[in-house]
């Protein structure tokens, strides 16, 4: 006889959502892992002593990180999901009767409490100490690089403006660097009783940048192979002992991934104490302010190279030898080049050195040495060329070709893990601090689905 069921959900039960999760579920493992009390410490300072009592900051945090390990990218719909699915009230601490606190409190909070707090940070940097106490991050190596993220802004509604330049350290390091050399120059030109004065580089204070009017913080991406129109880049830097993100920095899609890299790794060193022995990073880091940089910090580099590579180790003054120790370059005639002047050119300095015209003008091998129109040969040198030489030395060795293959390994992996599985393929939300936001959550979702997969 077939049995029919037509009294259910009519009786009164005691119900203990704690046997209804499973012991391998990732909410049961996060929860027994880490303790989350400390939030209360990195947000009390955001409420009032006085008044009505809030809503728990530990539940509204918790309910988020749920959105971005789940891959629910609505607020509105993790609403609902936290109200229909047991294990999501359980890690919340929600009996099956409790109200599920509305999707608009965290806007609301976002506008408000929060607004330009740095509470999010603060926990993401929590749970990273907390990986170095565990021996999870060493800073042995440090992989970079960056990906794009759609941003939720019209294509079609781009403005030209006029903007003044503002350098960051990337640039400021070779400015530094550029200075010295100006007046060590000047020194000697005084010492020799040389009247001449080299000439000063001229650089640009103000720039032409296209700006996107529904939202002025995100850039246009225009890059072989990637998307067109408005986006942010989630510039990310991870430990490869275990894959373990140790920083992610936005900016506007027009960046260059290289821009931020030696600030965020100075961020890094001072904030963590974290002593980083080397760092990898593709093609696009390969310049002289990188390497400069990464000489002041004292990391080596193993980057692959581009501008040594193509553009110095075939240049025309092959056949030119240049002497370190006079800072001269000589030519196949047995004639020097000196140092005259510097350069600069999209925020790049060169030195230029110049040969006699009273050399040249005899020369054999004028002609084919620069032509019959100029009156003397010069050649131009990036400032710090000699680290990109070293540089594409050390590509030469086995430890660059282990650095690059962590670097594809755990930055490809983990961009594509966290734009399918941790809200960062798109955004909803407009406004460089929201994106840093949804930047932080979805590396913090996915450093903890690592770090209980090496603590279990």
């Not at 690089?145 to 781009?158: F, P, R």
């Not at 992610?248 to 600030?263: K, Q, T, V």
């Not at 019959?372 to 030395?393: D, G, Y």
Request: net charge positive; with cysteine; charged share 30%.
């Amino acid at each position: 006889m077939i049995g029919r069921k037509d009294d259910y959900q009519s009786k009164m039960e005691f119900i203990d959502l704690n046997t209804f999760v499973p012991s391998n579920h990732i909410l049961r493992q996060i929860n027994e892992k880490i303790d989350f009390t400390f939030i209360y410490n990195k947000m009390e300072k955001y409420y009032s002593k006085l008044g009505r009592k809030s809503l728990d900051p530990v539940l509204l945090f918790k309910m988020l990180l749920i959105g971005y390990l789940f891959n629910v990218d609505s607020e509105r719909e993790l609403e609902q999901e936290v109200n229909l699915n047991i294990a999501y009230r359980w890690f919340l601490g929600l009996d099956l009767t409790d109200k599920v606190p509305d999707h608009s409190i965290f806007s609301q909070n976002r506008r408000r409490r929060f607004k330009d707090s740095n509470v999010t940070q603060e926990i993401f940097d929590y749970i990273v100490k907390l990986c170095m106490e565990k021996g999870l991050v060493t800073g042995e190596v440090i992989v970079s690089d960056s990906t794009h993220i759609k941003a939720s802004a019209a294509k079609g509604k781009i403005e030209k403006v006029v903007v003044e330049k503002t350098p960051s350290q990337y640039i400021n390091t070779l400015e530094e660097e550029a200075k010295r050399i100006e007046k060590e120059f000047e020194e000697k030109r005084i010492e020799s009783g040389n009247k001449k004065r080299g000439r000063k580089p001229k650089v640009s204070n103000t720039e032409t940048r296209s700006v996107v009017k529904t939202d002025s913080d995100s850039g246009l991406l225009c890059r072989p192979g990637k998307p067109s129109g408005p986006h942010y880049l989630a510039h990310t830097s991870i430990d490869t002992e275990n894959g373990i993100i140790v920083d992610i920095h936005p900016s506007a899609g027009n960046i260059n991934d290289c821009e931020p890299f030696i600030e965020r790794l100075k961020v890094i060193q001072d904030k963590f104490n974290l002593d980083i022995n080397c760092v990898g990073a593709d093609r696009g880091y390969d310049t002289a302010p990188i390497h400069h940089g990464l000489k002041t910090l004292e990391i080596a580099g193993y980057i692959s190279p581009f501008q040594y590579d193509t553009a110095y180790k075939t240049t025309s003054h092959k056949e030119f030898t240049y002497n370190k120790d006079t800072d001269t370059y000589t030519c196949q005639n047995h004639k020097e080049l000196c140092f005259t002047h510097l350069s600069s050119t999209n925020g790049q300095y060169y030195k230029t050195y110049s040969a006699k015209m009273k050399d040249c003008k005899v020369c054999p091998f004028r002609e084919q040495c620069f032509g019959k129109t100029a009156t003397r040969r010069t050649i131009s040198r990036p400032i710090a060329h000699e680290l990109l030489e070293e540089n594409f030395r050390r590509t030469k060795t086995e430890k660059y070709k282990l650095v690059q293959r962590l670097r594809r390994v755990w930055c490809e992996g983990s961009f594509g893990t966290m734009k399918i599985k941790h809200n960062l393929y798109k955004t909803y939300k407009r406004g460089i601090e929201k994106i840093r936001e949804q930047c932080l959550f979805s590396a913090l979702a996915l450093n903890l689905k690592r770090m209980i997969k090496v603590m279990n």
